[in-house]
Structures are given as C-alpha cells and as structure tokens.
C-alpha cells in the first residue's frame, strides 16, 4: 500500500517536470520578449539592456547554471514567480487575491449544476423513451449550441439591465452573493445542457447492468431501483468527475468574470493576455497543473482504499 | 451495399458493418435532416472558396460592400441588417462560416494525424515509445485545456513557422492559421488515449495475432489491420468535438486571438459588445443563430452517428 | 429539486435594486476607470488611469488652475512661480511651509512629517537611477547638472540596493528645507514650469521608499486632499479625505460663463467638497453603460462607442437622456491621432504622391462620424486646435484633404516615381479587438476606393511598440496626447535625433525642421515662439510624414446632483473640486420607476 502511494508520487515527477519544459517553451523561448514594452516611451537602448539583465533575459537559455531554464525550474517549483512587469505587483499575490473571488463564483455554480443536472438526469433517466427524455435531450443539445458569449451578453442586457433583477456589475460594499448570483445563474444554466446529458448517459449505462435486471426482477419499484441502486453505484464516475473539476474551479470564468467585475483569476488572465503578460500566464498553468496532478493523486489513492480490486502493482 | 447483389444472393445477413451502420442512420430522421444542414453549410464554405480561388465575382459572397446606411434594422432589401459600415449582416453570416467551418475542420485534421498516429503506435509497441507518449499527453492533459489554449494561441500569433528544413516555405501565421494550430495542437490528446487504448485490446485479437503470424509488416498491421478497425472511434471523436471547435473560435475571437480580416462569427459576436448597448441586436442574432444551427446539426448527428456505428455505447 | 428551484427564486429575490448611501452626511463620488490601475508609484506612472488616481493623493510643486482658461499654471505645494535667473537657467523655488505628508505607517509613530525640498530631490534622483527602471527618465534627461551623471553612476552599482542616494547632484541644491535650486545644463528649459505639475515630478518621502521597498506601488505617500482606504485590485479603489490636508480653498475666479453655470457657487470653501472617492474598474462597454444609466456612476467619459446613445447627430442628448437629467459636457483634448509612415521604408519613403494619396484618401468626416460620433475634429496637422500655437490655416497648407479624385491622381504620380505598379502596403493597428478591426475595414475601404491596397496588420500594444522601435513597421496608427501645453511636446516626435528606438516614430529627418526645434525648444513663452512654432509644423506638413487625421474631443457625462464639473486637458487631481448632493441622487431612483 505504501509503496504504491510512493510509486504514484514518484510518478508524478516526470508530470510536472514535462508541465515546466512545455510551459519554459511557450513562454521563455515562442513568446519573444517584452522588454521595450517595459521601458514605455522614449526609453534608450540602454534602458532595454538594463531592464534585461533586470528580469534575467540576457542570460543563456540553457546550458549553463545559471540558465533561463534553471532559473525556470528553480523559480517555479519554489512558486516565486516574481513580480508583474506590467504593474510590478509579485505574481503570487495577484493568484492569491484572485483565487477566492473566482471560487465564490465556480463553487456555487459548480455545485448547483451538479445538483440540477443529477437530479434531472435520474427523472429523466426515471422516464427514459418518454416525450419528456426525449424532449429534454433535445434542450440540452439546444443549449449546448448556443454560444457562451452569447448567453452572457443577453443576460446581462435582458435580467439585470432591462428588468432589474440583478446587479450588472460587481459594486463596492454590494454584499458578494448579490452580485455573483447572475453569473452563477448563466454559467449554470449555459453548462446545463452538456451536464444534464453526461449524467443521462451514465445513468442509463448504470441501468444496463445486471443487477438492475435482478432487481426488477425481484419485483422492485423503478423508484427504488432508481434511487437505491442506480444512483448509489453512478456515484462512482461522478464523484470522480467532480474531484477532478476541482482543481478547474480555481481558474475561474474568463467570460464571466470579465463581464461581471468579479476580480478572479479569470480575470487576471484576460488582463494578462491583453498586456502580453507571459509570466502571470505561466505561473498560472504551472499551478493549474499542479493542482491537477495533485487532486488525480489524491483520487487514485482515496480508490486504492476503498476499491480492493485496484492493484498496487 | 449493392443492392443487385442482395437479391442475387439469398443470404442478407452478410451486410457489413458499415453498410447496416449506415442503414440505421438512415431510419433515424432528425439525424438526416441534420446532416442535411451540416451539408449546406460545407456547401457554402467550399462554394466561397471555389468562388475566390477562380476569382468569381458572386453577389453574396461581397460582403465588404455596402448594401444601406450603418445599422439598419432587419428590413425587407437586408433581411439581417446592417453593420456600422452598412454591409449586410447577412452576407457576413454566410462568409462567416468560412472561418468557423475552417478553423474546426483543419484543427480535427491535426489533430487526428498527431492524436491517431501516436495512439496507435504507443498502443502497438508499447515499451519505451509508450512511455514517451504517455509521458507528453498526461503532461498536455494536466494543464488546463483553456490555459493551454490560450497560451498555443497567444505565442503562436504572428509567428513565421519555418519548414525550410521541411521543403517548404515559411508560413507565416496569422488570424485563422494560429487558432487552428492552437487548437490542434493542444486537442489531440482525447482522441490519441482513446486510440492507444482501443489498439491495445485489439493487439490481443485474434486476427492481429494471425496477420502477425504471417508475418505481416509492423506497418502494415498498423494501417492495414488495426487502424481500420478503430476507424469509427476516430469518426464519432472527430463528429462530436467538431462544435467544440467551432465554439473554442468564438471565445478566441472574443479575445482578441481570432481572424481579423474577414468576418467570422466570434467576431460577429465580439461586435455585440459595442452594439448591444446601442439596441442594435441583430448582428450579434444572426451569429448566433448561425453557430446554434450548426452545432445542433452537429450534436444530433454526433450523437446518431455513435449510436450506429458503436451499438455497444447505445443508449437505449 | 423542489429546493433547488425555492433555493434560486430567493436568490434573485435578494437581488432587486438596492438603496443608494443611507448616510446623507457621507458624500460619494463614484466613477469608473476602463483601465486597470498599474501602480500609484508617482515616479512610475505611464499611464492616465493610474495618473488620475494617484494625483487625488499625491500633488506636485505646481498645479493649473481649475477654471481659468487658457490654461493656467498656479502654484501647488510651491509658496509662489520660481524666480527664474536672467539667463534662464537657474531656477529657485521657495517650497509652502507647514506642509505634511497625510499620516501613514511608514513614518515614525505613523504621523505624516513635513514635506520638505529634500523630498524633490530624492524623487528625482529615484527617476535618474537605472536601476529603478522609470518610463519618466524623459522629462529630465540631459536637462539638470549633474544629474545625468547620477545615472551613469547608478548604472555601476550592482544592485538597485547599492545605490546611494546622498551622491550630491550639483544641480539640485536644498540651501534650507523650504528651498529649492534647479540648475540647468547651459540649456534654457521653458516648459520646466508645466513639467513641474505633472505628475512623475511629485516628490516623494524616503521613508515611505525605504519602508515599503518595491510595494511602494501599492503605498501612494503623498500630500493630497484623498489618502487611500482601500484598493481592491483589479476591482475598485477606494480614497477618503485626507484630515491633516493643507488650507486648500475652492477657486473664486474663472471664466466669464462659470459663475452661470454654478461653478463659482462654492468659491471659497475648503477643499476637499466630497468625503469618499471610489472607481470601479469597468472594462467592457455594456456593463459600464447600463451602471451609468443607472446612476449608480456619477461623472463617466463616455465609453467610446457608446457615443450614438448618448448623443445624436446635432452633438445633443438623446431624449432618453435628457429624461434621466444627464449632462454632457465636451472639451477639446491636447491630441491628435495619425497614421505615421516610417521615412526609411523603400516605397514610402522616397515618394511624396504616395503618401499624400494616402492623406487624400482618409474620409476624415466619415471617420469622426463612425468612431468618434462626431466628437472630433479633423486633422491635417499635428499641432491640436487647443494650443495657441495651432494654425487655422493648416488645411490648406498641407492640401490633404479628402479627394478621391485627387488621391488617384496622386496614385498615378506615385506609380511613376515607383517604376510599377504599387505594392500592398500594411498598416499596423496597435490593437486586436472589434475596435480596430472596424476602424481597419473602414480605413482599408477608404484606400481601396483611391485605388490602393492597403491590408491591415492588427496586432497586441507590445509587439506593435517592438515593431515601430525597430523600424519594421510599414505604416502604423497612433497618436499623441500632450502632458503640457507646451507644444514643444509635439515637435520632438519629428526631430531627427530621436529617430526610432527614441520618440520620432516616422524616422522623419529634415534638417530644417531640425534647426527651428532647436531654436524654439529652449525659447521662453512668446509670440516668436509660437511664430517658430508654426513654420516648423508647416515644414512637416509638406512632407507629409503622417496621415493626420483627428483631434481629439473628449467628453463628461455626468448625473445632475454632480456639481463643479468643469474638464480640464492636462490636470487630474480634480476630483477635489467636485461636490455631490445626495438626496437629490437618492431620488434618481425614484425618477427611473417613474420613466418605466
């Protein structure tokens, strides 16, 4: 036991020494510099030289100790990921000033699509081959096709600014759930349609086993078989598929996030991408990686306890 | 498949897996209206391309002209509206799909020729090239799928793509180039796990293992025998993340990172921001409407598609 | 599922329109930025949105007057204007006394000490030091004795922490602290004086430096009516009254129109008039429109494209508009917006007709109308209608204006002097989104219609700086906006010494352009100058470097219980002079349910 738990972390090592090498590529090596952005207007070529030596660009990409990727490594694995250059604000800050406002915004929404659509997806299992199934799958695909951004936008237009219901905008002293409950409402309603029709799909697969038959054999409701057995052995994909969108829920909305003034992570990587900030966008995918190959960890070895036939070897 | 023969032939049961897959999606109705949408779309797109590589002046295809004052409502000479400039909402709508149809349809091609290749061969050998790619794609697929993207498309804009060493000339990305390539190459990790693992139960076949005793070339195992035979996976992969694409265009757009120099309808929408607040709704509707039409084509011939060629998966 | 349903109806009943400030003694200006803030460092700053919030709290020697105009420069924390030596170069600036930093923990026992003129001269000599990295080096680049040495001094120390800041610079003297002696580099310097209220020479306390190292982005120390409360980055920014404020009053003299207009109804009163400042950080159209109409903004330039609701064709409000009460005030803008063509590139360059095709291509009226909603004015030089130095007459100078027929003529010249058939020419647009993109179908329609391909090259804000430093840029869009009325601002983007990586974008070299800039750079404020001034523009002009095309007419919409709102171009710390009535805003809400 214990030495799977060693083995799966050591395996984790070559991950993330593959996220740095693929994250040192993108944005060290494609991404060009930025350092006449740096030195704003009239700024000499000295300036440049300087502001290079100052974020370590003139040094050798690899190849020496003190090379752009060994800073790289160094710097990512000990999350130092230094300052903005575009506001010289630490980079580590920002993250960690953005994480709670995005949460606030996924975790609700996380769980309220998750709620809506199970629950859905077992009436609608419940009445599979119906008007009802059929018609529902046939909103879901709908809602499915319409783009995101759209959504947004009349949303935004239509329930908060025409009819009143909501705040449009984050405001100051506005108590938190008022103004993120219109996103939320959106974001659920904008992922309903793909949820809905995975956790169809997953409780129907369920209804194909063998034991149901045996249940409905045993002269068991639908009812009960639904709730008793079908939905008790689903929550195996879905508890994995929610522990693994985790780790998603810290990087916020981009979309909504912009829209609605919610200060987050999302937010922070549009600004990013509009400044060319690279090193904002690396930290980001590092740490997003990280939390990734953390929580699959954290999944494998909560399975390894639970379900005795996962080997060890 | 041939129908003369059938009625020579007395035994109809030897109808083969493509032709009863292709049966059974004819039955299904919806499934053919909605391939039959699909097809009008790709239609127009390879009607506009044949129309600018023969340089063919069409009416509806100029959508740089002005057909009426900036931001006419939908009316009876523009039954879309207008634009700020006054061109027509809906010639901008049917060049639209150029782009959208484009971008998802070269970003499934490299895809599938990174993904199916790799797949196959780490699947197939096993060993150290396995472990290589394992290694690449569980990398790939820890980063979060829209930081990856963004970060292909943000370094990859306005790129000169050397292939000199290729025998090719530069090709120098831009708009449409860099959102296919950003897509594509960060979305051939699905499609490649599916194919390495599907390759690995049917390693164990029998009919692998019979080719492998005569002898057969790794090769030609691979493409002969193997590939065909997981051939419908590669098909429902590519038919269901087809609007995935074409959604990931518009949020690309939205950012700044999409085509800039002909319409596209993430750039259609884009406008919106500028306009909704103004009340003029109809651009940002028509492109809507145009992504809804085809995705909900594309989602219900998906899902009819997989549904007939993989009975395992059906849902009943 | 029952729940879930009751779970959502309670959340959007939480979320109906909620009451305005309860406390009608706590006055609130609201407004929006639509950039974010980078920092409040005032020796940093690069930029407007950062600028005008950081000058609420942090003021300068000198100031312009509020209502006066022209514009006017007053005394700030100087006692009096400097007493200027004979020749010009020596300046002496008596600094007010009893002056204090607002308190902060960064000083002993968090009490604000008193601003003395070592603090000049420590914040200048921080913008000298390499290693700080200012963007402002160019106000006092190659101006002050001994101060460029300080720089390459800095430029030998190791790291930043090695540079010592009490290395004298001979050009700044502190004979006492309420004195200050600049001494120029054998160079007279005019525009010192209105450099002396822009922001980055604001002076700054080594405490605060030495305290809150490189954070002290994030600690504005300054002398200002408004200290910082909080500051929610990217998200809002809050500012109050700063209580050990100086005796600042409200001017009581300006325009004629502004006692009519009740600009002069609070002359005399204590300044700050409003208790809070808070900007919320608004970066997309809609929402920033919708929270306006609302009322929950104040005082908002209006958001670019949004211009067609707010104003019709006559430069009115809409009706809808004027329903709600809303005001709008316009303003001329020290700025001009051009396409510049980079001088050494092989087609451009050497061909005169081509460029000035170029000019007479623009449909500048149709221009305004289609971005700027007919709040701008054309351009065919680059001197801004606002200066006194403009010259009414440049349109026909520079014969440029829109003539498709002439244009194509033009075009065929060109084809000449090219020897073929022209090639496509790129225009790079320092920006991707639906803005420039439009901007871009209408330019290139513009050209197409003189009968030249012109494709558009959209690109982010940093690769397009690389490319023009660089000189790989073909064409590209850009404009200036004066810091100082002084149009001497304008002048150094054409001479020849700042070619690319410096100011002169276009590469443009004319050595009698070069003379005449020499000759009134350093000239004092006369009717010569502004005569030197306006031959050097005409010389421009007829070269043609640019495809001038638009001074900016910038906007105010406010709410009507917003008071004393008067723009001003080149000052930001104005927010002090602003009043707001409550009550009168708390019964916007019931006016919105009387219009629905």
């Keep these: ?313 | ?316 | 599922m029952r729940y879930c349903f009751c779970a959502i109806l309670l959340l959007i009943a939480g979320c109906r329109y909620s009451a305005n400030n309860p406390d009608p003694n706590d006055t609130v200006l609201y407004s929006a930025h639509s950039a974010k803030v980078r920092g409040l460092d005032p020796g940093d700053v690069g930029d407007t949105t950062s600028a005008i919030v950081a000058s609420q709290m942090i003021e300068c020697l000198y100031q312009y007057h509020y209502l006066k105009r022209p514009y006017q420069v007053v005394p700030c924390l100087a006692e009096s204007m400097p007493a200027m030596s004979g020749d010009g170069l020596v300046y002496t600036i008596k600094i007010k006394k009893g002056v204090r930093f607002y308190d902060d923990a960064c000083f002993k026992d968090g009490k604000g000490r008193e601003l003395k003129a070592g603090d000049f001269v420590f914040a200048w000599k921080r913008i000298a030091d390499i290693k700080y990295l200012s963007k402002n080096w160019w106000i006092f680049d190659n101006k002050i004795i001994g101060l460029d040495e300080f720089r390459q001094y800095s430029k030998t120390c190791k790291t930043a922490a090695d540079v010592d800041y009490n290395t004298p610079v001979e050009g700044l003297q502190t004979p006492d602290d309420w004195t200050l002696i600049i001494k120029l580099k054998g160079r007279p310097w005019p525009q010192i004086v209105d450099l002396l209220a822009h922001l980055p020479t604001a002076p700054m306390a080594k405490e605060a430096v030495d305290y809150y190292g490189k954070d002290i982005i994030n600690h504005p120390v300054g002398t200002g009516p408004y200290k910082l409360k909080r500051w929610h980055k990217g998200s809002y920014i809050e500012m109050v009254k700063n209580p050990t404020f100086r005796d600042e009053f409200y001017p009581s003299e300006g325009e004629p129109n502004d006692i009519k207009n009740g600009l002069l109804a609070d002359a005399g009163k204590k300044l700050p008039l409003t208790n809070r400042l808070v900007s919320v950080l608004i970066q997309e159209n809609p929402p920033l429109w919708f929270l306006f109409l609302q009322g929950k903004i104040d005082v908002s330039g209006i958001p670019k494209d949004n211009f067609s609701e707010a104003i019709d064709l006559r430069q009115q409000l809409t009706p809808e508009m004027k329903a709600r009460n809303i005001k709008l005030f316009t303003f001329r803008d020290p700025s001009t917006y051009w396409f510049g063509f980079n001088m050494e590139d092989e087609v451009l360059g050497k061909n005169l007709p081509l460029r000035m095709a170029l000019s007479c291509a623009v449909d500048r009226d149709k221009y305004i109308e289609l971005f700027t909603n007919n709040r701008g004015e054309p351009a065919y030089g680059f001197i801004p209608p606002l200066m006194s130095s403009y010259n009414p007459d440049i349109k026909n100078i520079a014969q440029t204006s829109y003539n498709v027929q002439k244009a194509r003529k033009l075009v065929k010249e060109a084809e000449q002097i090219y020897g073929s058939k022209l090639p496509t020419l790129t225009l790079a647009m320092p920006g991707t989104d639906i803005v420039f993109r439009q901007e871009g179908d209408f330019l290139k329609r513009c050209f197409k219609d003189a009968g030249l391909d012109v494709e558009m090259d959209y690109m982010d804000w940093p690769t397009f700086q690389n490319k023009i430093k660089t000189k790989s840029a073909q064409m590209f869009t850009l404009g200036w906006i004066g810091d100082i009325p002084d149009v001497e601002n304008f002048l150094q983007l054409f001479y020849s010494k700042n070619i690319s990586p410096g100011s002169n974008n276009f590469n443009y070299s004319n050595p009698e352009f070069d003379k005449i800039y020499e000759k009134a750079s350093i000239m004092p404020d006369s009717p010569e100058r502004e005569a030197l001034y306006r031959k050097a523009e005409e010389i421009v002009v007829k070269d043609c470097p640019a495809v001038f095309l638009v001074h900016g007419v910038a906007f105010i919409l406010t709410h009507d219980w917003a008071y004393n709102v008067k723009p001003h171009a080149f000052a930001y710390g104005t927010a002090k002079y602003r009043r707001v009535d409550e009550a009168k805003k708390a019964a916007y809400s019931e006016l919105l349910r009387t219009l629905k």
């Design chain 1, 1 to 313: 036991m214990i030495t799977y738990i060693i083995r799966r972390l050591l395996y984790t090592i070559p991950i993330i020494f593959g996220v740095l090498v693929v994250t040192f590529i993108l944005f060290n090596i494609v991404s060009g510099d930025v350092s006449d952005q740096i030195a704003g207007k009239a700024a000499s070529a000295e300036t440049i030289k300087e502001i290079r030596a100052e974020y370590g660009w003139d040094k050798p990409l690899f190849l020496s100790w003190d090379s752009q990727f060994i800073n790289h490594l160094k710097n990512s694995l000990t999350f130092q990921f230094g300052r903005s250059w575009s506001d010289r604000e630490l980079i580590i800050t920002k993250i960690k000033q953005g994480a709670l406002p995005s949460l606030s915004l996924t975790v609700p929404m996380f769980i309220g699509e998750l709620v809506i659509s199970i629950s859905l997806a077992l009436i609608v299992a419940f009445l599979r081959g119906t008007i009802i199934d059929i018609l529902s799958v046939f909103i879901c695909v709908v809602l499915m096709s319409v783009p995101f951004l759209s959504f947004i936008l009349f949303g935004q237009y239509f329930l908060a600014f025409k009819w009143g219901l909501f705040p449009v905008y984050f405001w100051p002293d506005l108590p938190l759930p008022q103004y993120v409950a219109l996103p939320i409402l959106i974001g659920i309603v904008a992922g309903l349609g793909g949820n809905l029709r995975f956790y169809r799909t997953v409780m129907l697969d369920e209804l194909r086993n063998d034991y149901v038959r045996t249940a409905f054999a045993k002269g068991l409701g639908t009812g009960s078989v639904l709730f008793r057995h079908v939905l008790k052995n689903a929550m195996i994909p879905i508890i994995t598929q929610v522990i693994l969108a985790i780790p998603f829920l810290f990087l916020g909305s981009l979309l909504l996030e912009r829209f609605f003034g919610i200060p987050g992570l999302g937010y922070l990587m549009i600004d990013a991408i509009a400044a060319r900030d690279f090193q904002i966008i690396n930290a980001m995918t590092f740490i997003g990686a990280i939390l990734f190959v953390v929580f699959n960890l954290i999944t494998d070895i909560c399975y390894s306890i639970v379900d005795p036939r996962v080997s060890f070897e």
């Design chain 2, 1 to 316: 498949m041939n129908k003369t023969k059938e009625k020579n032939v007395p035994m109809i049961k030897g109808r083969s897996y493509w032709a009863d897959s292709l049966r059974q999606l004819r039955k299904h109705k919806l499934a053919m209206y909605s391939l039959s949408i699909i097809v009008v779309y790709i239609l127009v797109v390879m009607f506009i391309y044949l129309a600018s590589w023969t340089k063919t002046d069409v009416s509806f295809l100029d959508w740089n002209q002005t057909v009426g004052k900036g931001y006419e409502k939908p009316n009876k000479q523009n039954v879309l509206g207008t634009d700020f400039l006054g061109r027509s909402v809906l010639r901008k709508t049917i060049y639209g799909a150029r782009v959208s149809l484009t971008v998802a349809f070269w970003a499934s091609i490299i895809s599938m020729l990174i993904g199916v290749p790799l797949g196959a061969a780490a699947g197939y050998f096993r060993g150290f090239i396995d472990d290589i790619v394992v290694w690449i794609y569980t990398t790939l697929s820890s980063i979060p799928y829209i930081l990856l993207i963004l970060a292909f498309a943000l370094v990859l804009r306005d790129k000169t793509l050397n292939l000199n060493w290729l025998g090719l000339d530069a090709i120098s990305l831009s708009g449409i180039s860099t959102v296919y390539l950003a897509i594509g190459l960060t979305s051939w990790v699905d499609i490649c796990r599916l194919i390495r693992a599907e390759t690995m139960k049917h390693k164990q076949r029998e009919y692998i293992l019979a080719a492998l005793s005569y002898g057969c070339s790794n090769s030609r195992i691979i493409f002969r025998h193997l590939l065909p035979n997981v051939f419908h996976l590669i098909i429902i992969s590519f038919s269901l993340r087809f609007v995935g694409f074409i959604q990931a265009e518009v949020i690309l757009s939205f950012l700044g990172l999409g085509e800039k120099n002909s319409p596209s309808w993430g750039s259609m929408i884009d406008a919106a921001r500028l306009d909704l607040p103004k009340g003029y709704w109809w651009e940002m509707t028509a492109a809507t409407a145009a992504i809804f039409l085809i995705s909900l084509a594309l989602n219900i011939f998906g899902d009819a598609l997989r549904d007939s060629l993989d009975p395992k998966l059906k849902v009943q």
